[in-house]
């Protein structure tokens, strides 16, 4: 049975863009990239915002020759998966694997999670907050950067999920890697 995945990159007063947009700080580096490429591997749909869309599609068509293995990895996990991207604004996608849904229907994702039988991920803060206050987020994963940004994009929208603590992790560079379930009553 899939789970439903949130997975952020954040500062570490909890913002995933700076307030001009800019996420430079967040590059991963092998260790936090092969940590992400493992908990990715089994997502076999990533739900979509139009802005993390907008910054993720780089990946359909970045040329993989001469590139670190884990960012390989990575490339191979986007490619394989279908995409959703859900906006008002966005017409048309020309990335393969990937459609347009101009609204987000929690039941729907209620039922396409344990039918689907691999994860699906839930990216971006504002399309996540739906989820998260509806309850079917399953599994929050945060890589925490040592910086301050004093202020931008939130990593987490204003909703209420009781978590559990199920693993952390330390890496190079000071990044620390949180991995929280749901609780369940």
Avoid: Q
Avoid at 33 to 50: D, E, P, Q, T
Avoid at 107 to 122: F, H, K, N, T, Y
Avoid at 136 to 149: A, Q, S, T
Wanted: net charge negative; glycine share 10%.
């Amino acid at each position: 049975m899939g789970r439903l995945i949130y997975s952020a990159l954040a500062s570490l007063d909890g913002c995933i863009a700076d307030r001009d947009g800019g996420f430079d700080w967040a590059l991963p580096g092998d260790d936090v990239h092969a940590a992400v490429n493992a908990r990715m591997h089994g997502v076999g749909v990533f739900l979509l915002g139009r802005r993390t869309y907008e910054v993720m599609r780089a990946w359909d068509a970045i040329d993989l020759d001469g590139l670190p293995e884990v960012v390989v990895g990575f490339a191979r996990i986007w490619r394989s998966a279908d995409k959703v991207v859900y906006s008002r604004t966005l017409h048309h996608v020309d990335a393969p694997r990937t459609r347009v849904e101009r609204h987000f229907d929690v039941d729907e994702v209620r039922r396409l999670v344990p039918s689907l039988g691999r994860d699906v991920a839930i990216g971006g803060p504002d399309l996540a907050g739906a989820a998260f206050r509806a309850g079917i987020v399953d599994e929050v994963l945060l890589h925490v950067f040592p910086v301050l940004v004093g202020g931008g994009t939130p990593a987490f929208p204003e909703a209420r999920l009781d978590l559990a603590l199920a693993e952390t992790r330390t890496y190079d560079r000071g990044v620390v890697g949180l991995a929280y379930r749901r609780v369940t009553t």
